[in-house]
Antibody, heavy 120, light 112 residues
C-alpha cells in the first residue's frame, strides 16, 4: 500500500523560505519511471502543479515558480523535499505531494496535504 | 489562469448523465503522446485519481466514470449520477511547451 504524508511549518512570515517534506512508503524512488510531485491549492482556488522529481533525478518545475523552487530526494529516508524561497501571502495554500507510478505525469496516490499560511 | 479550460460548474439530478469537458492545446492534450487525467476532489481531502491515460479507470473506481480524448479536448462522463458525486473535478496533462504538468481550473459538480 502506497502512502505519502506532507510535513512542514504551518505558519510563515513573508520572505522566509518554506521547506516541506514528503515522507512516503510502499514504493521506492529508485524504481524506474517512479516519481513524486508537489501540487498546491490556495483557499477557494484550483490545484496548481509545482514540481516533479523522478527516480533518475530528472526534475521539472512550474515555469511561473521555477526561480523559487528546488526539489530533491533522499532515497534512503524515502523522502522528497520541496523548498520555496521568498514566501508571500499569495503562497498560502494546502500543499500536496503525490505519486507517479509509471512516469506518465499523472498521480495515482496523494498525501492528505498540509496547510501553509504566510502572514506577517 | 489555467492552461486547461473547464467550465466552472455543472449540475445534474440523480440518475442523470453528466459530461465535464477540458479544453487544451496542441502542446498538451492535443499531442497524442500526452495523456489526460481526471481527479475528483472533495474539500479537506486528498484528490482522487478517476481516469488515467485518457480513458483508463484505476481499480476501485466505479465504472460510472469514463473518460475520452479527442483532438485538443478531453471529457469525463459520469453516468447514473449520485449525491456522493458532488465534488470538484480537475483535468490535467503534460504540456510540452511548458515542460510541466497543467491542471484545469476545476468544475464544481452539483447534484440537485
Amino acid at each position: 500500500q502506497i502512502t505519502l504524508k506532507e510535513s512542514g511549518p504551518t505558519l510563515m512570515k513573508p520572505t522566509q523560505t518554506l521547506t516541506l517534506t514528503c515522507t512516503f512508503s510502499g514504493f521506492s524512488l529508485t524504481t524506474p519511471e517512479v516519481g513524486v510531485a508537489w501540487v498546491r491549492q490556495p483557499p477557494g482556488k484550483a490545484l496548481e502543479w509545482l514540481a516533479l522529481i523522478y527516480w533518475n533525478d530528472a526534475k521539472f518545475y512550474s515555469s511561473s515558480l521555477k526561480s523559487r523552487l528546488t526539489v530533491s530526494k533522499d532515497v534512503y529516508r524515502n523522502q522528497v523535499v520541496l523548498r520555496m524561497t521568498n514566501m508571500d501571502p499569495v503562497d498560502t495554500a494546502t500543499y500536496f505531494c503525490a505519486h507517479d507510478s509509471v512516469g506518465d505525469r499523472g498521480f495515482d496516490v496523494w498525501g492528505q496535504g498540509t496547510m501553509v499560511t504566510v502572514s506577517s | 489562469q489555467s492552461f486547461l479550460t473547464q467550465s466552472p460548474s455543472a449540475s445534474g439530478t440523480p440518475g442523470q448523465r453528466v459530461t465535464i469537458s477540458c479544453s487544451g492545446s496542441s502542446s498538451n492534450i492535443g499531442n497524442i503522446r500526452n495523456y489526460a487525467y481526471w481527479y475528483q476532489h472533495l474539500p479537506g481531502t486528498a484528490p482522487k485519481l478517476l481516469i488515467y491515460r485518457n480513458n483508463q479507470r484505476p481499480s476501485g473506481v466505479s465504472d460510472r466514470f469514463s473518460g475520452s480524448k479527442s483532438g485538443t479536448s478531453a471529457s469525463l462522463v459520469i453516468s447514473g449520477l449520485r449525491s456522493e458525486d458532488e465534488a470538484v473535478y480537475y483535468c490535467s496533462a503534460w504540456d510540452d511547451s511548458l515542460r510541466g504538468v497543467v491542471f484545469g481550473g476545476g468544475t464544481k459538480l452539483a447534484v440537485l
